[in-house]
Every structure is written in structure tokens, then in C-alpha cells.
């Protein structure tokens, strides 16, 4: 930018006090400093000092023109510094929302680890279902799980995992194992934050619609009523493992099961994101990836 030509120059020469100190300060020759404080006065239409011999001084304007300028250069340096610490040294608050028992269970967790390594980083967890409007309510950050976030494109994928579709042993003797997805339009369904179910058919991904007398907004306890034989439930693998290992569910429609729904990392629309928020989304996929929970 043009008006700025010469301006550090100038300070330089005042604060060193010669010409030959500022240009080896500056590691510039001699000539270029005297050229671009010539070029300055001459845009000014003022004269910022006045050059003898022996010593330099500085014109009343001059000396005003500097004190400014210095200030403006000192507190661009400063935030220079700054901005350059906090690249390694992340700093301020950081709000985020995340929804139910993978938020508790799994997301909590890490982001107390990322606390823990960068200590000057305050953090504000809300955990609710409901979307929130991240700009309106000033959140740096939410983590949702969708199978698509296209309509989203200020999102970045954390990692995907299967969704389970499962049933007791109790409730599926008593009224039979649905042989196909149609078929859950039978069944007493479980549901959960959404009243479709998602399925991979035939390459494509199917929406069904599924009623039932439990809902709720939390995985764990969509899997308590499942496990008390209430009826058939679809959530992410991990809610289930413990559950299908020691048999108290089972899995139904395996061979439609859709493999990849993601955890993604949202961001307010039109929001520069912040460094320390970009360094929490990074430390926490590169967790949730080596310790990808099953």
C-alpha cells in the first residue's frame, strides 16, 4: 500500500538517530532509506527532518508524525508477536455445542486433554440436540452427525462410523425379525432425534419412516428400552458394542446397514475461523481417529 511507503524507514531514522544506523538496522542500504523518506515528504508536501552534515533534526511535524507512526508500528509488531505465539499457544474462549452421549462420552474427554495441553484456552461446552443458530447465539463451533453435509459447506468431516439397526433377543422372539426394511413399518420403533432411519440399498441410501411409543434424544437411552425389549433401535455403532457383545442386542438388517454417517465440525456461516478453534478440530479428529470408538 502506497501510504505506507517510507513510513517505517522514517521511524527507523528517527530512533536510531542517523541514516547509516537505520539502514543497518533495516539491513538496507544508505541510499534506499534517504529515497524513501524523500518520497514520503515529498507525498506529505511536509519536511520530516532536516539533513546536515554532521546531525539530523527533526521538524515539529516531524516529531509529531513520528509518535504516531511509532505507535502504529509498535502495536502492529505486538500483535505480529502475538498472532505468531498463539499459533503454538492458542488463547481466549472457545464455545461449542455438541449433542448427547457422544458429546459425554466421547467428545468431552478430549476436549478436557486439549484444556489440559493448551491452558490459556477456555472452553464452553453446551450439550443439547437442538440446532442452534451458531452466529446468533456466538458459538465458535458445533459437532453434528449427519450422512451428508453438502447443504452445509462451512463443514469439515471429524469421522464417520456404522449405524447399527438392533432389537433384544426378547423383543424379536416375541414379534419376529423384520426380513427387510419395509418391513419396520410393523415394528415398534424406537426413535430417536430424527423420525427417519437411514439404509444402504442397492448402492443408494433409503430414508424410512418409523413410529413407535419411545422417543428420545439421547443414544443411551434409546439403548436402555432397547435392551428392556421395548422395540427395534438405529444408532451409531459404538452405543451398542458392549450391548451386542454380551448379547443383550442383536443386529438386524446388517446387509442395509449404512457405513458411513459422519460426526462433522461446524462452523458459523461466514465466520473466519479462529486459529485456537481450528487447532481443537484438528486435535480432536486426530484422536477420534486413532481412537476411533467401536
Known amino acids: 500500500m502506497q501510504i505506507w511507503n517510507g513510513i517505517e524507514e522514517f521511524v527507523r531514522v528517527v530512533e536510531k538517530g542517523s541514516f547509516s544506523e537505520a539502514a543497518k538496522a533495516m539491513g538496507l542500504s ?6 524513501h523518506i524523500k518520497k514520503l515528504e515529498n507525498r506529505l508536501g511536509v519536511t520530516l527532518i532536516h539533513r546536515t552534515t554532521r546531525k539530523l533534526k527533526i521538524t515539529n511535524q516531524g516529531q509529531e508524525f513520528f509518535l504516531k507512526c511509532q505507535t502504529i508500528i509498535h502495536d502492529m509488531e505486538e500483535s505480529q508477536a502475538q498472532l505468531a505465539n498463539e499459533i503454538t499457544n492458542p488463547r481466549g474462549l472457545i464455545r461449542l455445542t455438541v449433542a448427547g452421549a457422544f458429546g459425554e462420552d466421547f467428545l468431552s474427554p478430549l476436549v478436557a486433554k486439549f484444556q489440559h495441553e493448551f491452558p490459556e484456552v477456555s472452553i464452553d461446552i453446551t450439550f443439547t440436540n437442538r440446532r442452534v443458530d451458531l452466529l446468533e447465539e456466538q458459538f465458535d463451533l458445533a459437532i453434528r452427525s449427519s450422512i451428508d453435509m ?7 468431516r471429524l469421522f464417520s462410523h456404522p449405524l447399527v439397526t438392533a432389537a433384544s433377543p426378547d423383543y424379536l422372539s416375541k414379534h419376529g425379525t423384520p426380513p427387510n426394511i419395509n418391513n419396520l413399518k410393523l415394528h415398534n420403533c424406537l426413535c430417536g ?10 448402492g443408494n441410501i433409503r430414508e424410512v419412516t418409523v413410529t413407535g411409543n419411545w ?5 443411551r437411552a434409546l439403548v436402555h428400552a432397547a435392551k428392556v425389549g421395548l422395540g427395534i433401535i438405529q444408532v451409531p455403532n459404538f452405543y451398542v458394542t458392549e450391548a451386542l457383545s454380551n ?3 442383536t443386529e438386524i438388517l446388517a446387509p442395509a446397514r ?3 454417517n459422519s460426526f462433522w ?3 458459523p456461516k461466514s465466520h473466519h475461523v479462529p486459529r485456537k478453534t481450528q487447532m481443537l478440530v484438528d486435535f480432536i479428529r486426530n484422536n477420534l481417529n486413532q481412537n476411533h470408538p467401536h
Do not use: C, M
Open 215 to 219: 422417543h428420545a434424544n439421547n443414544g
Open 265 to 267: 465440525a461446524i462452523y
Open 258 to 260: 449404512v457405513e458411513n
Open 150 to 156: 453438502s447443504a452445509t459447506p462451512n463443514g469439515e
Open 193 to 202: 432425534t430424527l423420525p427417519r432411519w437411514r439404509f444402504q440399498v442397492g
Open 30 to 35: 544508505k541510499s534506499h532509506i534517504s529515497k
Open 247 to 249: 448379547g443383550d442386542l
